[in-house]
């Protein structure tokens, strides 16, 4: 049998207040991202990217506390794109810089994502970090980014998010 914890589950009623949507508005960009449950029960993360004023990038994020992950070793994500690429977003305390990111490319149907704690990568702006991998030991945040450098709209329906 499979051990999983649940990290979040979006549902019709679920409670979004620990949800927030980060644009490249925090650097003078225009781009505009938000987050809503569809018909269906899902995480709708949708909106356009733009360039203008040295944008290019939306996000959201959901603060978890301070979750334990020792005894997993891998998210799991239930989601369905639009063809685009994203990054799935952890950070093990909230206030720090730096998230590990896994990049993954979406398809039009829905997939489940496996990503190993191992293959999440540390990085700052864009940058990757000279320093280990996600530890896989505690998550206090994630989160998902669009950032293609080009102006687009996008759309990510989320059903939920665990760790095995």
Known sequence: M???LMIFHF?????LQNWHVVDDSVMGGVSAGKLGVNDEGHGMFQGHVSLYNNGGFSSIK???GNTELKGYSKF???LKGDGKAYQFRVKTI???DYSYIFNFTTTNNWQTLEIPFISMVPSFRGQTLDMAN???DYLEEIGFLIGNKKAEDFKLAIDNISVQ
Request: aromatic share 10%; charged share 10%.
């Open 94 to 96: 909230s206030s720090q």
């Open 2 to 4: 499979i051990n999983t």
């Open 76 to 78: 799991v994500i239930v």
């Open 134 to 136: 996600f530890p896989g």
């Open 11 to 15: 549902t019709k009623d679920a409670a």
């Open 62 to 64: 959901y603060t978890a």
